[in-house]
């Protein structure tokens, strides 16, 4: 088959969708579940009924737009991303994938081609997480849980308000779980946020996985002290050994783990006074890999080389963990399929890593997922400035297009 | 003369004085104007009574003891110090000053020796700073502004609070300005608050100079950005420029600058969270040095090391001052005399500058001021593990006496 999508009707759509929310600026304001973003998704359903396809909105609030195969028992590949953005975020992140997965399926429908799979444009639930995070396709993964719901990182009161004006409820979340043997795969086209493919010109990115997430709360624990009376030499200051490790960390990670990244948020001096040496050091760390062994080797080094550090400067060091994700692989069927697609179409394309989350790492815990990215300029995202050729959209949508195709031939 | 102070009387004040505000483990809560401030400042007006002596208290509430001199046109010498303490601070810092002192004039008048000058014992008004810091010095010496009065560093309220409880009022403070022909000099004895004196041995610590004190608020400026997406090599991250600058700002102090001291009290990344490159890096910087031209010359070596390592990393750096104050050298009539008396009872002397702030500083610029310093042990203080040895405490007033005595006759 030799489809290719609409590049007229993509084009108006995601122009229409990019309207609602907007800051004028050339990007918008959609949080999860605000008015924005549910008039977003009103738009999205209104879309697809035009274009004659069903509809479905689960019990996380993912809305769907679904072109049934003839076959009845058949099983459905799912094709999206989300419509929620960041407070004054960008109109590509997550927004593409949407009406991306909705061109393809009015793509199919329109030759009249039968497949033997559903097609089904999936608009996932908060996965910026002003809300949970990556919440929508984590309830249909079947790996949220109540604790995440009562906890959430915006706060339990502003879930709640939004979960009022959708319509949805704590146990419609808890029983949004697809069986994965209804399922065929999970595809999602989405702009790179790094600057690796428009540096390097290429025009598609084959992910192979999501990176694993660490993060820790380190503190240095040393003497607070009067900043006139007190020697430099005899000073317990917590100051250096947060520092130090800070500098160090970033190059033991250049050098040893070239694929991996690492970032210190924040850090906090106590008493936190101009004229008291500090006696705590609070660092917020955070680490990421690729790949699941690596990720715990290079918490191991980390936690040493702090550990060191501290001893270093006589401070005492506890380390709490803050939380993380595991690393999530990209299917190989789903990457070939990708790798295949650029090729028909003549796109060249590089295999690599996201070092953001998504919402195909839910997905790759319940089917085979991959995903697609295209250039990001300068490698901005979550920012007005966020900006991706409308060619290399379309290149990425009509990858999309043959990858789906693929796979549901196969 | 060979006078010597009574050390029973005076450990028994000294005890005494510090049961007003008692923790309990051996420290005090005393800030000032507090309800047990002003306890001990009438204890204070009390045992000044019993002993014959006359008694003044002054628009800014500094508390006084006064042993006139037969000269009826007499200068004053004053001795003295504070009692108020940090909040549960220790029970030397200040009070030794102003029990010492007392005991100075009893023994004088208990031996019938006239002096050529009025001997005032004066007990300062918030000399830590709970309130406004070296308060009734700073009136006293006529340095005091309507403007520190209206924005003091612990509020206005409760300053105005303070002020209520001992009946003091905004125009007393401004009034409280002595005639510096009214005085003969000014001699304070205090603790050390460092660990000189203690780890050499030496007994007495002629006090060259108080130390004089810049702020800065420094402010890295870089890109704040995805920690996930944004390779490592390619970041404006902030805090490489803060923790780069507080390490090297040690070293340089450590190397170039061995009689002055450094501190970064505070540092804060924005926008502050785990997954976010920190755009914006804010530092607490305070450096101290004896001398004014060499406080000047530090204060360009340090944020021309900022600059460089800003440029280093690619950010741009913001300095802005948050206040501090002029080296105070010490008379060298004043060192002169606390040597000689330290000579005169065997006890062996070194001169060292203070690097904490005291009332002498505030009257340097009024009148020959000195101060003497005993060993405080491992140089704590602000806590309740200050400690001084009581016979050093003798040591000090007994100086104290001495060079009270040799100035007085001059």
């Not at 009161?157 to 999970?186: Q, V």
């Not at 800070?246 to 694929?259: F, G, I, K, Q």
């Not at 918490?299 to 595991?326: M, Y």
Request: hydrophobic share 40%; glycine share 10%; aromatic share 4%.
């Amino acid at each position: 088959m030799t489809l290719l999508i609409n590049p007229h009707r993509f084009k108006d759509d995601f122009d229409a969708l990019a309207q609602i929310g907007s800051t004028g600026d050339g990007g918008l304001n959609r949080p999860a579940l605000s008015e924005a973003h549910l008039e977003a998704r009103r738009w999205f359903l209104a879309r697809a009924k035009e274009a004659g396809l069903e509809t479905h909105v689960d019990g996380a609030g993912n809305h769907s737009a679904i072109l049934q195969s003839p076959i009845s028992n058949a099983r459905t590949l799912l094709l999206g991303s989300h419509t929620d953005s960041v407070p004054d975020g960008g109109r590509f992140d997550g927004a593409l994938g949407v009406v991306a997965a909705l061109e393809v399926l009015r793509t199919v429908k329109d030759a009249g081609v039968t497949l033997p799979v559903h097609l089904e444009a999936i608009d996932f639930t908060d996965e910026e997480g002003t809300l949970v995070g990556v919440l929508g396709s984590q309830a249909l993964a079947g790996q949220l849980t109540m604790a995440a719901l009562k906890s959430p990182r915006g706060g339990r009161a502003n879930l709640e308000e939004g979960m009022r004006r959708a319509g949805l409820s704590d146990e419609g979340f808890l029983n949004a779980r697809r069986d994965p043997e209804s399922l065929a795969g999970y595809l999602e086209l989405h702009i790179e946020q790094g600057p690796r493919l428009v540096q390097s010109g290429i025009k598609i990115g084959v992910v192979t996985g999501i990176v694993g997430i660490t993060s820790y709360r380190l503190t240095y624990h040393g003497q607070a002290n009067h900043a006139g009376t007190t020697p430099m030499e005899t000073r317990a200051d917590a100051s250096l050994g947060a520092s130090t490790f800070l500098l160090t960390a970033r190059e033991m990670v250049l050098r040893d783990y070239p694929n991996c990244v690492v970032n210190v948020g924040q850090m906090n001096f106590k008493p936190g006074a101009f004229n008291i040496i500090p006696g705590v050091a609070e660092l917020a760390l955070e680490f990421r890999s690729p790949e699941e062994a690596q990720l715990a080797e290079l918490e191991k080094s980390l936690l040493g080389l702090a550990d060191v550090i501290g001893r270093q400067f006589g401070l005492t060091l506890t380390a709490e963990r803050a939380g993380g994700c595991d690393p999530a692989p990209m299917s190989p069927r789903a990457q070939a399929a990708i790798a295949a697609a650029a090729e028909s179409l003549a796109l060249s394309h590089t295999a690599l890593h996201s070092g953001a989350g998504h919402d195909a790492q839910s997905l790759a815990a319940l089917t085979e997922a991959g995903m697609i990215f295209i250039p990001s300029r300068d490698g901005i995202s979550h920012s007005p400035l966020e900006f991706s050729e409308w060619e290399d959209c379309v290149n990425g949508a009509n990858v999309l297009l043959r990858a789906a195709l693929k796979i549901a031939g196969e």
